[in-house]
């Protein structure tokens, strides 16, 4: 469906890593301080949106209306719990396949980059030893829209210097396969064919992709 693939653009949280449960713990804690329970079902709606974003759900969940200043206040009380988990990350926790896939793409010469909206993504991607396995790391320091705004991967091909068509994404989030498609981008999802419908193809992890696989894109 396109030309040769050039370049493999990568989200962090699902993907990678899975640093899903710590960022699902620490909204938990923070919705309990305000009064209300916050489920693993409403944490599904927070998949691949910005701090900012995902706070104005979780008190949409909560029903409260709060000023902007308290709202920050609250965000950073948040990132700071999760920052203490995240320190403790270590090659471990990096999801089956995915140091494999990186190393596949980089001796067949596919350039590689993160589109990630985390603010913490140096922090994970220095605790695994992920960081140099990737041409160039676009996260939320870099970016100012969320997705499905397209920006992170039209900034990591950018970077890379290689056209959104010669690209393919790999998301497990509804809205990060959204931004994608609005690149102009292949992608393939990971998780569910339910929720990722609009990918090219979806894979339960990155262990069931290879170059040759990719290749079928």
Not at 18 to 46: I, P, V
Not at 83 to 89: D, H, P, Q, R, T
Not at 103 to 108: D, G, K, W
Request: charged share 25%.
């Amino acid at each position: 469906m396109q030309q040769k693939i050039r370049a493999c653009l990568f989200d962090l949280d699902g993907v990678l890593v899975d640093t899903a449960r710590y960022h699902y713990l620490a909204w938990s804690r923070l919705a309990q301080e305000l009064g209300f329970t916050f489920t693993e079902k409403d944490n599904e709606r927070l998949k691949g949106v910005s701090r900012d974003a995902s706070l104005e759900i979780l008190l949409e969940i909560g029903g409260l209306t709060l000023p902007q200043e308290e709202k920050l206040r609250l965000a950073e009380r948040k990132n700071t719990w999760y920052v203490e988990s995240i320190l403790k990350m270590n090659s471990q926790e990096i999801l089956p396949g995915a140091l494999e896939f990186l190393t596949e793409c980089r001796l067949a010469g596919i350039k590689t980059a993160l589109g990630s909206a985390s603010k913490n993504a140096m922090t994970i991607l220095n605790g695994t030893g992920l960081a140099p396995y990737f041409d160039a790391i676009i996260d939320g320091t870099k970016t100012s829209r969320a997705k499905p705004d397209p920006e992170v991967f039209l900034l990591a091909a950018e970077n890379l210097n290689v056209l959104p068509e010669d690209c393919v994404v790999f998301e497990d989030a509804e809205a990060g396969i959204e931004a994608a498609v609005r690149a102009g981008m292949a992608s393939v999802g990971i998780g569910s064919p339910d929720i990722l419908k609009q990918a090219n193809r979806v894979i339960p992890s990155l262990a069931e992709m290879s170059i040759s696989r990719l290749s079928e894109l």
